[in-house]
């Protein structure tokens, strides 16, 4: 009858360990100017090789001469680690700025892009924005940058801080400490936000 309790207890602390270790959720606030403006939940559900990431974020921005708020939803599932498909969905004061998705079809992707649709012709992604909440880019060139539909080149600027180019001069810094992802600056012309992991 122990043995049989020792053996329950142990099956029952494996599993509830494979149980969290299936379940990664991150929280970040989102700063503008020294100020709490929003959140920003990052979701990843499976194992290293079959998960699908998350991310959900909102701002309330008050600008001198305008409120800005923006909504956004992204999407992504990974097959024996190669992205099968995503979307990235993005409204700013309810007009919708972005929407698109991403569809693996064999050798190549099918992106559509609102009412557009093309294709890329790469036959495997990795890594994309999302995949970098979760793991330090330390051995990649490059990821799928989801907003700009190609691959681009990932810098690291500084040790454990990695720059990705984004559209009209903007950029995406994401900053590690202890292998975990700590904050993302997020700059463009027109304004910067700094999501800093609670």
């Given at each position: 009858m122990k043995t049989y309790f020792i053996s329950a207890?142990?099956?029952?602390?494996?599993?509830?360990?494979?149980?969290?270790?299936?379940?990664n959720v991150q929280y970040y606030d989102v700063i503008h100017r020294d100020q709490l403006v929003g959140s920003t939940v990052v979701k990843k559900v499976g194992n290293d090789q079959n998960f699908t990431i998350t991310l959900?974020?909102?701002?309330?921005?008050?600008?001198?001469?305008?409120?800005?708020?923006i909504t956004g939803r992204e999407y992504a599932?990974?097959?024996?680690?190669?992205?099968?498909?995503?979307?990235?969905?993005?409204?700013?004061?309810?007009?919708?700025?972005?929407?698109?998705?991403?569809?693996?079809?064999?050798?190549?992707?099918?992106?559509?892009?609102?009412?557009?649709?093309?294709?890329?012709?790469?036959?495997?992604?990795?890594?994309n924005m999302l995949s970098l909440f979760f793991s330090e880019p330390d051995r990649?060139?490059?990821?799928?940058?989801?907003?700009?539909?190609?691959?681009?080149?990932?810098a690291e600027a500084a040790p454990k801080k990695y720059v990705v180019p984004g559209k009209n001069d903007?950029?995406?810094t994401y900053i590690f400490q202890n292998g975990q992802c700590s904050s993302v600056i997020l700059k463009s012309k027109l304004v910067t936000l700094i999501l800093k992991r609670r």
């Open positions: 207890l142990l099956l029952i602390m494996l599993c509830s360990g494979m149980v969290s270790g299936q379940n959900s974020f909102s701002a309330d921005i008050d600008f001198l001469i305008k409120r800005v708020v599932r990974f097959e024996n680690r190669v992205l099968k498909s995503g979307s990235v969905y993005r409204k700013v004061n309810d007009k919708v700025k972005t929407d698109n998705t991403i569809k693996h079809l064999g050798s190549y992707y099918k992106v559509q892009d609102g009412e557009k649709s093309h294709t890329l012709a790469i036959e495997e992604i990795r890594d990649i060139n490059t990821v799928y940058a989801d907003n700009q539909q190609k691959l681009v080149s990932i903007s950029s995406s």
